[in-house]
């Protein structure tokens, strides 16, 4: 269930068939205090265009730490940066403008997900005696930011530091590994189902495909109806797999806080976060790292890349920093040779190693190689339950 603050009865309608499920409305935000009073578990809250802001980031505000799993969603007229950044500081999940509300249907599940990933227990990884690789997950809730570029390049430059790698893409929906590499995988994580049930190394290897580089990937699903049949259960047991196969697991994601991202973040040595110089771009990443708090994600782990970094659009570095409070690991020019690289079905790394991008991600690469033991914490191997109740107590 969801439920709306909305005044208007025609923007209600509107945003009512937009909405996934159901969704029950009220009209001010004394009638809303009532609702979740009666509704201790509802997880998300979509504050219409009639809230005025200052009510609604005050009311976000308070949700942030009375109720952490409850999401609290805007509807604004109009989206500049005062309001985008005046939402970020109180900690609203997404904000959607009026005139385009299809955004709705992604903040919605995504308030969902996260409400179930913090109710529910995860399942630890089986620690065990064998060889164990380090798994790094790419990651950004903006699309088109360079995540899939920086996760092949990412592969790459560790296989120039002469590590086993492979590349696991879990962006489901749009997983474009493969193109970029110009393959053509008959397997895919869809193809986890015909193991039935057992996950094992030899398995997992078999669903793997080689590009001429010598990298390994497993690609995202072929079909659209394969979309539905990954499990994140199954997901976590691949990356467990390819972790005592690999040195090092590199991880794709959609730019969505969906249940495959989150099964890879529990095995996750580092979490490469990556963002772009744009208010949107900053927007998202800050609602990005609000809830990788909010699910205690140990920010030893992760690992700021600040994409296309040269670009000159007003926002500096420093800003940038500033306003996600965290320093920027690795600076990554842009380039047309990124794009003819991909043109060619070559990561940029291994076709010139030379190159400022190249030299870039291999220095991010080799950080996270030897940088592990002296100041990145290990990755939590407790159920995320666990992790929540230690930061309420
Ligand atoms: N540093 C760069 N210089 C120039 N072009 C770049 C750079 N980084 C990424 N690009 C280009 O930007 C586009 C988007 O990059 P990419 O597909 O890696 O983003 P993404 O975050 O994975 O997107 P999606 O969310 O759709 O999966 C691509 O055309 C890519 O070639
Ligand atoms: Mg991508």
Known sequence: MTILVESDRTLVEE??????????????????????YEHPDECAVVL???????????????VRIARPATSVILIRKRLDSNVLANAMRSGVRDVVAVRELEPLVDAVRRAHTLAEAMRSPATAPAETSEHRGSLITVFSTKGGV??????????????????????????????????????????????IESLRGAIDTTGVLALLTEHHSGLKILAAPLHLEARDSVS??????????????FDVVVVDTS????????????????????GTLDIPALKNLKMATGTLDLLNM?????????????AKVGLTPAEFEKTLGLAISSSIPTSREVLASVNRGETLVASQPRHPVSLAI???????????????????????????LKRVT
């Open 15 to 36: 945003v009512v068939t937009v909405i996934p499920g159901e969704v029950a409305s009220v009209s001010s935000l004394d009638e809303l205090d009532a609702y979740l």
């Open 232 to 245: 994140p259960e199954q997901v976590s047991t691949v990356l467990q797999t390819l972790k005592t196969a």
């Open 298 to 310: 140990s920010r030893g782990i992760w690992r700021l890349v600040l994409n296309r970094a040269d």
């Open 362 to 388: 291999v220095d991010l690469a080799r950080s996270l190689v030897h940088g592990a033991p002296e100041d990145a914490e290990p990755p939590a191997r407790e159920p995320r339950f666990f992790r929540r």
């Open 48 to 62: 219409g265009a009639s809230v005025p802001m200052n009510l609604a980031t005050r009311f976000a505000d308070s």
């Open 255 to 274: 730019p969505a806080f969906d249940d495959l991202a989150l099964s890879a973040f529990d095995q996750s040595e580092y979490l490469v976060l990556v």
């Open 146 to 191: 360079g995540k899939s570029t920086i996760a092949t390049n990412l592969a790459a430059a560790f296989q120039s530091l002469d590590q086993r790698v492979c590349i696991v893409d879990l962006d489901v929906q749009g997983g474009d590994v493969a193109i970029m590499l110009q393959l053509f995988p008959t397997r895919s994580l869809s193809d």
